[in-house]
């Protein structure tokens, strides 16, 4: 049974760099590819970025702003995030899929981020 973990959230100063975490069990981690995504309130849950065997991509306002990285060892999956704004308050979830799959199959309980300006 897949298990995705988030950590790191909590308040963060406007302009500000933070990072999130996320760890997987129950799984082989170099079979699943990993991503961040966001749900910020009354709204929508959306792609932040991903990593697999491929490489890794940003999309949107994360693109140039939030890095993607991981430490197989540790079977984690990192996000980095700079220049904070109010934008970025949301809760913040991990998601894995197979890397066979089309669909992110498994998702973590989530983190919640909020930057005060």
């Known amino acids: 049974q897949v298990e995705l973990v988030e950590s790191g959230g909590g308040l963060v100063q406007a302009g500000g760099s933070h990072t999130l975490s996320c760890t997987l069990t129950g799984g082989t981690f170099n079979n699943y590819d990993m991503g961040w995504f966001r749900q910020p309130p009354g709204k929508e849950r959306e792609s932040l970025c991903a990593i697999s065997w491929a490489g890794t991509y940003c999309l949107g306002s994360a693109k140039g702003r939030f890095t993607i990285s991981k430490d197989t060892a540790k079977a984690t999956v990192d996000l980095q995030m700079d220049n904070l704004t109010s934008e970025d308050t949301a809760e913040y979830f991990c998601?894995?899929?197979?890397?066979?799959?089309?669909?992110?199959?498994?998702w973590g309980q989530g983190t919640q981020v909020t930057v005060s300006s």
């Open positions: 998601g894995a899929k197979l890397s066979i799959s089309s669909t992110w199959d498994y």
